[in-house]
C-alpha cells in the first residue's frame, strides 16, 4: 500500500460529518465541570404512570407544563449540562413560544433525545427483553439534528431472574445498543449508551456484580466491533447494588466500592463520561452513592449523574400538577441537581440533606 494511503483513515469516519473532537466536546459538556444529566424523556405511558401518583392527569398541555416547570428552573445550568427530552418534547415550546431546545440551548444545557422505542420480549427467551428503535434510525437523527438534539440515549434493559440474562439477552442488547451509536456519531449526535440492569429482585449485590460484569463485556466488545469512537460516547450504568426487595441489602460503601470495581473492569480511560441511571434508589441514595465513588478520586472518566426519578421525584411530588406549586417544584429540583454537582465533585455530606439549600 502507498505511505500516503496509509496514513488516510479509509474507514466509514471519513465519509460521514462525524467530528470525533466536536463529539468529545459535547460529551464533557454534558457532564464535565460538575454537571449531570437530566433524564426527562418518559415516553407518553411513563409519564402518565408518573402523573397517576399525583392524580393529575396526562394531557398533551399537563406533560407541556411539567416540563416547562423543570427546564425553567432559576439556576439549573450551574448544574445540568444536558437535558434528554421525548419527541413530543423536543417539538414542545416554553408558554412564551420559545422550543424548548432552543431555550434549553440558550442556557447552556445541551439538548437531547430519546431514540428507542422501547424494550420488547426477545422471541424464545422467555422474561427477557431487546430494545427495538433501529429501523429508519438514520432519518430520525437526521430529523433530531435539525430540531437541536446534540445527544442521544438507547436504553437497553437487563432483567435478573433465576435463569435469567442468557448470555444471548446481552450480546443482542449490545450489538443493539452498538448499531445505534455508529449511526448516531454518523450523524454528529453524542450516544448516552445505557445498558440497565435491573435492579428489581432479590438478588445479592454480587449477582448484580456479576451480571453488570457481563452486559458491559457484550457492550464494550459490541462498540469495538461497530467501530464506535469511544471518546465520543456517554456510558450510563446502573450501579453495582442489590435486589430492592433483597433479605440483606448491601451499604453505601460496598455498593460504591462494587461499583468502581465493575467499572474499572471494563470502561476504557478513553470514554469521556460515566453518568449513572438511579434505576428505582430515593434520590438521597442516588446522590450519597455518587458522592462516595467520586470522593475515592483519581477516576479516569467524569463521573456524573443522569438521573430521572432521583432528580424528579421530590420536584414531582412539590409541584402535585397544581399552579400553585410551580416554585416549590423547581425549589425541589434545583437541591437535587445542586446536591448531585456536589456528590459529582465528591464534596457532598449527607448532613446537608436535612439544612436550607
Ligand atoms: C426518565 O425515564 C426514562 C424513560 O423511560 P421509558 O422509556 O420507560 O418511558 C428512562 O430511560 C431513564 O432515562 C433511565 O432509566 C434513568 O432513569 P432513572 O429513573 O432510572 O434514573
Known amino acids: 500500500m502507498a505511505f500516503f494511503a496509509m496514513l488516510r483513515r479509509p474507514d ?25 444529566i437530566l433524564a426527562a424523556d418518559e415516553s407518553t405511558p411513563t409519564i402518565g404512570k408518573r402523573f397517576a401518583t399525583i392524580n393529575t392527569e396526562s394531557t398533551e398541555a399537563s406533560r407541556q407544563r411539567y416540563r416547562e416547570m423543570l427546564f425553567t428552573t432559576p439556576g439549573i445550568a450551574d448544574y445540568i449540562g444536558g437535558v434528554i427530552l421525548f419527541d413530543e418534547t423536543l417539538r414542545q415550546s416554553t408558554s412564551d413560544g420559545v422550543p424548548f431546545a432552543k431555550y434549553l440551548d440558550d442556557l447552556g444545557i445541551i439538548p437531547g433525545i430519546k ?18 428503535g433501529l429501523d429508519g434510525l438514520r432519518d430520525r437523527l437526521t430529523e433530531y439534528y435539525e430540531l437541536g438534539a446534540r445527544f442521544a440515549k438507547w436504553r437497553a434493559v437487563i432483567n435478573i431472574g433465576a435463569d435469567i440474562p442468557s448470555d444471548f439477552c446481552m450480546q443482542a442488547n449490545g450489538r443493539a445498543l452498538a448499531r445505534y451509536a455508529a449511526l448516531c456519531q454518523e450523524a454528529n449526535i453524542v450516544p448516552i449508551v445505557e445498558p440497565e440492569v435491573l435492579m428489581d429482585g432479590d438478588h445479592s449485590i454480587a449477582r448484580c456484580e456479576e451480571v453488570t460484569d457481563a452486559a458491559l463485556d457484550a457492550l464494550f466488545s459490541a462498540l469495538a466491533e461497530h467501530k464506535v469512537v469511544l471518546e465520543g460516547i456517554i456510558l450510563k450504568p446502573n450501579m ?26 471494563h470502561v476504557p480511560a478513553n470514554v469521556p463520561g460515566i453518568a449513572f441511571l438511579s434505576g428505582g434508589q430515593t434520590a438521597e441514595e442516588a446522590t450519597e452513592h455518587l458522592d462516595i465513588m467520586n470522593k475515592t478520586g483519581d477516576l479516569p472518566w467524569e463521573l456524573s449523574f443522569s438521573y430521572g ?36 465533585a465528591g464534596s457532598f455530606d449527607t448532613a446537608m440533606e436535612s439544612a436550607t439549600v
Do not use: Y
Not at 431514540?115 to 427495538?132: I, N, Q, R, S
Not at 432528580?311 to 402535585?320: F, I, M, R
Open 12 to 36: 466509514w469516519l471519513e465519509k460521514t460529518r462525524m467530528n470525533r473532537n466536536e463529539l468529545n466536546a459535547v460529551a464533557l459538556a454534558m457532564v464535565g465541570n460538575g454537571k449531570g
Open 115 to 132: 431514540v428507542d422505542t422501547g424494550a420488547k420480549p426477545l422471541a424464545g427467551f422467555p422474561g427477557e427483553t431487546v430494545t427495538e
Open 240 to 265: 453495582v447494588i442489590s435486589g430492592s426487595v433483597a433479605a440483606d441489602r448491601a451499604g453505601p460503601a460496598e455498593v460504591a466500592a462494587a461499583t468502581l470495581r465493575c467499572l474499572q473492569a
Open 309 to 344: 426519578r432521583a432528580l424528579q421525584a421530590p420536584a414531582l411530588d412539590a409541584w402535585q400538577g397544581q399552579e400553585d406549586n410551580f416554585a416549590a417544584g423547581q425549589a425541589a429540583l434545583f437541591k437535587r441537581a445542586k446536591f448531585n454537582s456536589l456528590a459529582h
